[in-house]
């Protein structure tokens, strides 16, 4: 077992991360133990560390976390609960497995490309998809996504010019309308700013995904070539 003086940062991250890995194989008792190490001492370990000690070791954040970027994972059994804290991150190309997700803990924080199995999210509120929970072409086998676009909806107006999925694969050609381009999450956001859009954009996003008309790698999003072709035999017939 390690052993610290409190207050001595003593390990350096390389070697915190290897007895960490080799400790979620141990039993909880032990687990425990070196989650306390790393949390009661003061390392100058990065936050990515932190956050992941608080998931493999408890099962859901125990401290508040800022700016943090979270890609590739998988997470199951996970409780994003409070009193802690998920402000301005992203989470991308991230799996969820039978989470539990609190709305009120998370302000503005982006899911990009993510995939939500059997979980669950609670206190959504009005605005909660663009000021909390913000997610794109994201992917569940339940209704959550539709939950939280839809919350508010009985408030929308109904004379604005509804966006189509022509209007996203536009956004993946040059002015040719022949050339694809890339582009990222962020600016095709930005490009719809109005709040009804942002709703219907996200469900779109999540279709053209789902479809395998769209792909992502963290913000960046591409369109493929089952993309390209749909969009000339169904659109641009010039």
């Known amino acids: 077992m390690l052993v610290c ?62 700016q943090i970027v979270i ?17 301005n991150s992203s989470f991308s190309n991230v799996i969820f497995l039978n989470c539990t997700f609190d709305i009120a803990i998370f302000e503005n924080t982006i899911f990009q490309g993510c995939k939500f199995y059997d979980c669950q999210l609670i206190n959504i509120e009005p605005d909660a998809y663009k000021t909390r929970f913000q997610a794109f072409g994201c992917e569940a086998n339940n209704t959550i996504l539709d939950d939280l676009l839809s919350f508010d909806e009985s408030h929308e107006e109904s004379n604005f010019k509804e966006i189509t999925e022509l209007d996203i694969l536009e956004k993946f ?19 719809f ?37 749909y969009f000339h035999d169904f659109y641009n017939h010039d």
């Open 71 to 87: 890609m590739d994972e998988t997470f199951q059994g996970i409780e994003f609960l409070p009193p802690q804290k998920i402000t």
């Open 173 to 191: 050609f040059k002015s040719d309308k022949k050339r694809p381009r890339h582009r990222t999450l962020s600016q095709i956001r930005g490009d």
């Open 193 to 229: 700013a109005n709040d009804e859009d942002l709703k219907r954009v996200n469900r779109l996003i999540a279709k053209l995904k789902s479809n395998g008309f769209l792909t992502f790698n963290g913000d960046m999003s591409f369109i493929t070539k089952e993309g390209i072709r």
């Open 5 to 66: 003086k409190p207050g001595v940062g003593i390990l350096n991250q390389t070697f915190a991360i290897l007895a960490a890995t080799a400790f979620k194989t141990h039993c909880e008792k032990n687990r425990d133990l070196l989650w306390k190490i790393f949390n009661d001492n003061k390392f100058d370990f990065d936050k990515n560390f932190y956050f992941d000690i608080d998931i493999s070791f408890k099962g859901s954040i125990k401290r508040d976390y800022d």
